[in-house]
Structure formats: structure tokens, C-alpha cells
């Protein structure tokens, strides 16, 4: 059977300007082949493959920013999302910091770069299966539910799955901190598999019919995987491993940063009107008690926020909460330190908001030069947009920019 996936579409010629070997290294990045089902496919090799997350970037894409633009560190990713650049420069043996406002992003970013012990993995799976065994012998007892469920729950799961999801949080809040905290984004890897939605992006529902025992399987399944992928990690692992600190914070202040400027930025900032990341995850959110709060106040980019404006309105939206990030990096780096952002087009109404041009725009107001850029094209899926895109292709950018030196009085 077919199945989409994210990561599938990409290939095709790549289209290059500016300084030819900054060019040339971000042409190298963006030149991956499409996913595939394969176990070892790059795209969800090892931890990459855990837990799924809208517009990822692609980690042979980041492996190789990370090695081109990043090898002095300390990297920054300021929107580091599930972590895929700061696991390369954890494989790369690169120092590197991670800041996300969505609190699911920081526990997923921080899960996988967590180095475990082999005795540590074997920890995770006992508890996994005492969580398993307790759930079992509630359903088996026809235990009723330990809490309420909320409307949104109760329309989302079939009464069966929502009781053993229940039964499964029950066990979780008796295991230690470190191993509570893994199966936690272990069962919220399986939730939209376990529930009616029809995808992970999408508020479409369908029936699922489960059998009993299912979910709790299927928790101890995804467990070993975990654990299975950590081990791969291991391996790739140098003898020295350097430092990764993931901490909530807006890319947009960056408040919470360590005193020591970082030698490169490294990331993928949201793409303007395509995703809604609090909507995305709510139900994850509600299932592991985080609080969205920060992330609904300082969401930059979403859909739903721009699908009201204008293409003008929403273009100068746009410009202005780039610059407020541009602003924020700019005292957080050294100088002449690589800004390399991956972006792709976008579209409100019948009008594309070409990131590249948008990025050199902003960049040249906040003190940044534009050094060189890499574009591949992409296709376009949402209906409502896609003639945007009839006369041009949407494109995905690798874009290198660095602080612009202050020109000096002449004598």
C-alpha cells in the first residue's frame, strides 16, 4: 500500500547563486534522495524515526549543514522542533543548543539527545512492560476509567482504547522521573495512530476499530523501538560527546541563552500559513500535561493566523516577524558567524510569499548579508493555494547569510 509521508518529496535539479563554495555546501545539503519504507532509509534512521513531526527537516540535510556551517560550534537551533539538527551535532561530536516555544519540541529534542546506557534501555522496557501488565489486568477486571474524560477525548478514541490510554498514565505516574519521561513521548508517539484522527495534520476523523489489548501492545512495541534506535544511535556516537542544552525559549528574544555566542545558526524556522503546531499537537499536549500557553501567545507563522489577512497584510506580517528574529540572533553571534535557514515557499490566497526573497529582504534591514543560496522545487498540496504556484514552482531554500561588518570612517 502507498502510503505519504513527510520527507518523500524531495529530488530534482537545485538551482544555486552567490558565493560559489558557501553555494556549492548548501546544494550539497538539499541534495538527499526521497524517503522510503526501508528500515534504514536516513530519513527516520535511529531516534529520527521515533515520534513523527510536521515539516521536519530531512537529516542528511542537517547532518551536512552541520558539518559545512557548524563544525567550531556551538550551533543554534532557536526553532529546533523534534531535535533533528542537534542529534547530528551530537553525531558530529558539535556542541549545540536547541530552543523551541512548543513544550512538546523541548521534551522530544531533549529525549533524543539523552545519552542512555545499554542497562538504562533495558530499565526502560521492564517498566514499559509492568505499565503493559497493569493495564492488561485493569481490562481484564473491567476497571471503569480513573478520571473524567474530556469531550475532545471521548470523541477522538473508542471507549475501550480511552480506557486503556488511562490505564497506561496510570502506570506511567508510578515509574521513576528519567523513564516517566520516555514513555511518556512514547505513548504520545502512538496516540493519533490509537484515535480516530485521520492524520497527524489534518482535524479529519474516521472510524477505527481496534481490538482489545491493542493499545497496550502497541505501547510496549513502540518501547522496544525506542530502545532499539537508541542502541543504533550509540553506535554513531564519538568517544567524546559533546554538550547539547535544549531549553523553551522564542526565537524571537532568545532570553534564555547561555553568555557565550554561538558560532552558527542552524535551522528551519516555521513555513509562513502552512502549519498550525498548537493545533498539530493539542492532543499530545493534553495527554502529557503540558502547558501551551507559551506557544499559543508566540506561535509565529501559522495558518490559521494568516489565512485572514491579505497577501499584502500577510507579507508584511511575515517581514515583521522575521525581522524580530533576525534581531534576536544577530547579538547571539559571533562575528561573521553563518546564519543558515531552510525555508520554503508559501502562499495566502492566489499569491506565493517567496521565502528567499522575503529572507534577503529582511536580512539586509536587520545587519545581515545574503552570501549565497541553494533552491530545489516542491510540490504543493494544500487546494485552496495551489494557484499560487501554477506559473512557478514552490521552492525550499537552503539560504546562508552572515552579520554584515560595520564599515569603518574613512581617515
Same mark, same amino acid.
Given at each position: 500500500?502507498?502510503?505519504?509521508?513527510?520527507?518523500?518529496?524531495?529530488?530534482?535539479?537545485?538551482?544555486?547563486?552567490?558565493?560559489?563554495?558557501?553555494?556549492?555546501?548548501?546544494?550539497?545539503?538539499?541534495?538527499?534522495?526521497?524517503?522510503?519504507?526501508?528500515?534504514?532509509?536516513?530519513?527516520?534512521?535511529?531516534?529520527?524515526?521515533?515520534?513523527?513531526?510536521?515539516?521536519?527537516?530531512?537529516?542528511?540535510?542537517?547532518?551536512?549543514?552541520?558539518?559545512?556551517?557548524?563544525?567550531?560550534?556551538?550551533?543554534?537551533?532557536?526553532?529546533?522542533?523534534?531535535?533533528?539538527?542537534?542529534?547530528?551535532?551530537?553525531?558530529?561530536?558539535?556542541?549545540?543548543?536547541?530552543?523551541?516555544?512548543?513544550?512538546?519540541?523541548?521534551?522530544?529534542?531533549?529525549?533524543?539527545?539523552?545519552?542512555?546506557?545499554?542497562?538504562?534501555?533495558?530499565?526502560?522496557?521492564?517498566?514499559?512492560?509492568?505499565?503493559?501488565?497493569?493495564?492488561?489486568?485493569?481490562?481484564?477486571?473491567?476497571?471503569?476509567?480513573?478520571?473524567?474524560?474530556?469531550?475532545?477525548?471521548?470523541?477522538?478514541?473508542?471507549?475501550?482504547?480511552?480506557?486503556?490510554?488511562?490505564?497506561?498514565?496510570?502506570?506511567?505516574?508510578?515509574?521513576?522521573?528519567?523513564?516517566?519521561?520516555?514513555?511518556?513521548?512514547?505513548?504520545?508517539?502512538?496516540?493519533?495512530?490509537?484515535?480516530?484522527?485521520?492524520?497527524?495534520?489534518?482535524?479529519?476523523?474516521?472510524?477505527?476499530?481496534?481490538?482489545?489489548?491493542?493499545?497496550?501492545?502497541?505501547?510496549?512495541?513502540?518501547?522496544?523501538?525506542?530502545?532499539?534506535?537508541?542502541?543504533?544511535?550509540?553506535?554513531?556516537?564519538?568517544?567524546?560527546?559533546?554538550?547539547?542544552?535544549?531549553?523553551?525559549?522564542?526565537?524571537?528574544?532568545?532570553?534564555?541563552?547561555?553568555?557565550?555566542?554561538?558560532?552558527?545558526?542552524?535551522?528551519?524556522?516555521?513555513?509562513?500559513?502552512?502549519?498550525?503546531?498548537?493545533?498539530?499537537?493539542?492532543?499530545?499536549?493534553?495527554?502529557?500535561?503540558?502547558?501551551?500557553?507559551?506557544?499559543?501567545?508566540?506561535?509565529?507563522?501559522?495558518?490559521?493566523?494568516?489565512?485572514?489577512? /491579505?497577501? #499584502? *497584510?500577510? %507579507?508584511? @506580517?511575515?517581514?515583521? +516577524?522575521?525581522?524580530?528574529?533576525?534581531?534576536? &540572533?544577530? !547579538?547571539?553571534?559571533?562575528?561573521?558567524?553563518?546564519?543558515?535557514?531552510?525555508?520554503?515557499?508559501?502562499?495566502?490566497?492566489?499569491?506565493?510569499?517567496?521565502?528567499?526573497?522575503?529572507?534577503?529582504?529582511?536580512?539586509?534591514?536587520?545587519?545581515?548579508?545574503?552570501?549565497?543560496?541553494?533552491?530545489?522545487?516542491?510540490?504543493?498540496?494544500?487546494?485552496? /493555494?495551489? #494557484? *499560487?504556484? %501554477?506559473? @512557478?514552482?514552490?521552492? +525550499?531554500?537552503?539560504?546562508?547569510?552572515?552579520? &554584515?561588518? !560595520?564599515?569603518?570612517?574613512?581617515?
Amino acid at each position: 500500500m502507498k502510503r505519504r509521508r513527510s520527507l518523500t518529496h524531495v529530488g530534482g535539479l537545485i538551482e544555486s547563486t552567490g558565493q560559489h563554495h558557501d553555494a556549492d555546501l548548501l546544494a550539497q545539503a538539499l541534495a538527499v534522495a526521497p524517503a522510503t519504507d526501508a528500515d534504514n532509509d536516513p530519513a527516520r534512521s535511529h531516534v529520527h524515526g521515533f515520534h513523527t513531526y510536521p515539516a521536519r527537516l530531512h537529516p542528511l540535510t542537517a547532518a551536512r549543514l552541520v558539518k559545512a556551517f557548524g563544525e567550531e560550534g556551538p550551533i543554534l537551533d532557536p526553532f529546533c522542533g523534534s531535535g533533528t539538527v542537534l542529534v547530528e551535532a551530537l553525531i558530529a561530536g558539535v556542541p549545540s543548543i536547541g530552543t523551541d516555544l512548543n513544550p512538546l519540541a523541548i521534551r522530544l529534542a531533549a529525549c533524543k539527545t539523552r545519552v542512555r546506557t545499554a542497562t538504562e534501555l533495558e530499565q526502560l522496557i521492564a517498566w514499559a512492560s509492568v505499565c503493559a501488565i497493569q493495564a492488561d489486568e485493569r481490562r481484564y477486571a473491567k476497571a471503569g476509567a480513573s478520571r473524567r474524560f474530556s469531550p475532545a477525548d471521548v470523541a477522538l478514541f473508542e471507549p475501550h482504547v480511552l480506557l486503556e490510554l488511562d490505564s497506561l498514565r496510570l502506570g506511567l505516574a508510578a515509574c521513576e522521573p528519567p523513564v516517566r519521561s520516555d514513555l511518556e513521548l512514547v505513548l504520545s508517539a502512538i496516540l493519533v495512530k490509537l484515535s480516530r484522527k485521520a492524520g497527524d495534520t489534518t482535524r479529519r476523523t474516521r472510524p477505527r476499530r481496534l481490538p482489545g489489548g491493542f493499545a497496550t501492545r502497541l505501547f510496549v512495541e513502540k518501547t522496544r523501538e525506542l530502545a532499539a534506535r537508541f542502541t543504533v544511535l550509540n553506535r554513531l556516537l564519538p568517544p567524546r560527546r559533546a554538550p547539547v542544552t535544549v531549553l523553551l525559549d522564542d526565537a524571537t528574544k532568545l532570553e534564555r541563552l547561555p553568555p557565550t555566542p554561538v558560532a552558527a545558526i542552524i535551522t528551519s524556522p516555521p513555513y509562513v500559513a502552512t502549519y498550525d503546531y498548537l493545533a498539530h499537537h493539542e492532543l499530545r499536549l493534553r495527554w502529557l500535561g503540558l502547558d501551551p500557553a507559551l506557544l499559543a501567545r508566540g506561535e509565529i507563522g501559522s495558518r490559521t493566523a494568516y489565512a485572514r489577512l /491579505t497577501p #499584502a *497584510a500577510a %507579507r508584511q @506580517r511575515w517581514q515583521k +516577524e522575521l525581522e524580530r528574529f533576525f534581531q534576536a &540572533a544577530g !547579538p547571539v553571534m559571533k562575528t561573521d558567524a553563518p546564519l543558515v535557514l531552510v525555508m520554503a515557499d508559501s502562499a495566502v490566497g492566489t499569491v506565493a510569499l517567496r521565502a528567499d526573497e522575503l529572507i534577503a529582504e529582511v536580512g539586509r534591514s536587520s545587519g545581515f548579508r545574503l552570501c549565497a543560496r541553494a533552491s530545489q522545487a516542491r510540490p504543493h498540496f494544500h487546494g485552496p /493555494t495551489m #494557484a *499560487a504556484f %501554477r506559473n @512557478r514552482p514552490r521552492y +525550499e531554500h537552503a539560504i546562508v547569510l552572515r552579520k &554584515a561588518t !560595520p564599515i569603518s570612517p574613512s581617515h
